[in-house]
């Protein structure tokens, strides 16, 4: 199952590297996709975006499904 963000707030790689560090502690073996100039995040997991989401927003961002 993938999932896709926009997370608008996302600037930078080290943007990047907090957001996937969030990810891999819900599922670490989810595959992640992220392009920071079109602030973009696909995950690959068969875990529920809304797992993904709350982590996201913890480690400071704002993420929207899209």
Known sequence: M???FTVNDMT??????VITKAVKDVDANARID???AEKRVAIDSALPAQEFAEAIAEAGYTPVAA
Request: proline share 0%.
């Open 34 to 36: 992220i392009a920071v």
């Open 12 to 17: 930078c790689n080290h943007c990047a590297s």
């Open 2 to 4: 993938s999932t896709v």
